[in-house]
């Protein structure tokens, strides 16, 4: 069976000057965003949230299989139970308990500017955590069995979809990956063929939240770009 085709949707009728002074002010807007790892716990409207999760479900991703599942965390006890396992794994990562470390020297020294180490309260003070999931399988009515493709790229494209959106709305964000992240699974009450990717932390910066001078360097357009 043929499949029905729609009119592909009308774009603004722009000039060049505005479609650069549109992506120039997207470029400002999104420049001035930085991980963030000390929040308040103001609250957020969960609204907020469903509309920055409605724009992540918009990215393009192999076959419209939508391969994503974003579970929204705001119970204390959820978040509780979120940086408990966190931080046990954070722990073997950097080897705090006097362990030797999972992270080669070379990587440890690579983060040292920035300065984390295995304590996460982010996950607890942020009103926020928004667990984004890889669905393996399930196509688009999610049965568990169909094969779904592209999968990482897909989500990854959803999720940087979702961090600008949250940024649009006010809100600062960072993304946390412990790893293994197999727990998130079981917290989040999610099944098997779903793979954890990461943890988005969305909620407002606490008042003494700090930019590391070393995130403020970007490589310049020259390095990230060539053109041929």
């Known amino acids: 069976m043929t499949e029905r085709h729609h009119s592909f949707p009308p774009l ?24 963030c790892r000390s929040f308040a716990d103001t609250p957020v409207p969960r609204a907020v949230i469903e509309q920055a999760i409605r724009a992540a479900g918009t990215a ?4 419209n299989h939508q391969p994503w599942h974003f579970a929204a965390v705001s119970s204390a006890e959820k978040k509780r139970a979120i940086r408990e396992a966190a931080e046990a794994e954070e ?17 440890l020294d690579a983060l040292t500017p920035i300065g984390t180490d295995a304590n996460k309260p982010f996950l607890e003070t942020a009103p926020w955590l928004i667990v984004c999931f890889a669905q393996r399988k399930g196509g688009i009515e999610e049965d568990g069995t169909t094969q779904n493709y592209y999968v990482n790229e897909s989500v990854g494209i959803a999720c940087g979809l979702l961090i600008a959106t949250l940024h649009e709305a006010g809100l600062a964000t960072l993304t946390h990956t412990p790893s293994p992240m197999g727990f998130l699974r079981e917290i989040c009450e999610r099944p098997e063929w779903e793979k954890p990717l990461m943890i988005v932390v969305a909620g407002h910066p606490a008042p003494d939240a700090t930019v590391p001078e070393h995130a403020l360097r970007k490589k310049p357009l020259s390095r990230i770009a060539s053109w041929l």
């Open 12 to 35: 603004p009728h722009l000039t060049d000057e505005e479609r650069i002074a549109r992506a120039r002010a997207v470029y400002e807007r999104l420049k001035t965003r930085h991980s």
């Open 91 to 107: 722990r073997r990562f950097y080897g705090a308990d006097g362990d030797t470390p999972k992270a080669s020297d070379e990587w």
């Open 60 to 63: 393009p991703n192999g076959a």
